[in-house]
Every structure is written in C-alpha cells, then in structure tokens.
C-alpha cells in the first residue's frame, strides 16, 4: 500500500507561485501530480520515477513548473511558478508500485492523495 496527504494549495494572484508537498508513506516505483479543474477531467500535470531520471510534463506547464522528489523525507514536491487562472484546479498526488502502470493516464494510478485546492485570480 502506498499513502499520500498533499498540502501546500491555497490562492494566488496570476504571475505568482506556490509550492505543492505530497507526503509519501510505502514504496512507489513512481509518482505524479494531477489536476481536474471545475467541469472538466482530470488530467496528468509531471510524473516521475522515485529511482532517479528527469520528470515530464505536460505541455501547459512546462517552463512553469518543476517537480522533485526529497528521498530523505519521502516527499514529492510541486513548484508552480507564473501561475495562470487556467491553473485553478484540485490538485492530486498519484503513486503506484507497478512500473508497467506508471503511464500517462488516471486509470493507471491505484494510490491517491485527497487533493488539495489551488486558485489563481485576481
């Protein structure tokens, strides 16, 4: 089992930044941020391995945002800079221990965070 509690949403002017923290207890193969803004799906934003290597992202963010992984305190951090209203969305923490899993798409995350807010507006 692998257990996520994110934290670190909250609002923000366009152009500012805020720094998501996804808190990881068991042992993922990898881990990626998620977001579903009101109305629409939920869409992949960065995934990683936890074993090294870079992360991608998806287009809209990239150059914006940057995600890493502290070892030592098993967490999975999300910096979000030059935020855009076009970012408001619930953002989620997704694991899995699978590495044939750790894909692109929703359905092939098993282990979820409880989200976490994040508003941009003026």
């Known amino acids: 089992q692998v257990h996520l509690v994110e934290s670190g949403g909250g609002s923000v002017q366009p152009g500012g930044s805020l720094r998501l923290s996804c808190a990881v207890s068991?042992?993922?193969?990898?881990m990626g941020w998620f977001r579903q803004a009101p109305g629409k799906e939920r869409e992949r934003v960065t995934r990683?391995?936890?074993?090294?290597?870079?992360?991608d992202y998806t287009d809209s963010v990239k150059g914006r945002f940057t995600l890493s992984w502290d070892n030592a305190k098993n967490t999975l951090y999300l910096q979000m800079n030059s935020l855009k209203p076009e970012d408001t969305a619930l953002y989620y923490c997704?694991?899995?221990?699978?590495?044939?899993?750790?894909?692109?798409?929703?359905?092939?995350?098993?282990?979820w965070g409880q989200g976490t807010q994040v508003t941009v507006s003026s």
């Open positions: 990683t391995f936890t074993d090294g290597g870079g992360a």
């Open positions: 068991g042992y993922p193969v990898c």
């Open positions: 997704a694991a899995e221990r699978l590495s044939a899993r750790c894909g692109m798409e929703v359905y092939e995350y098993r282990f």
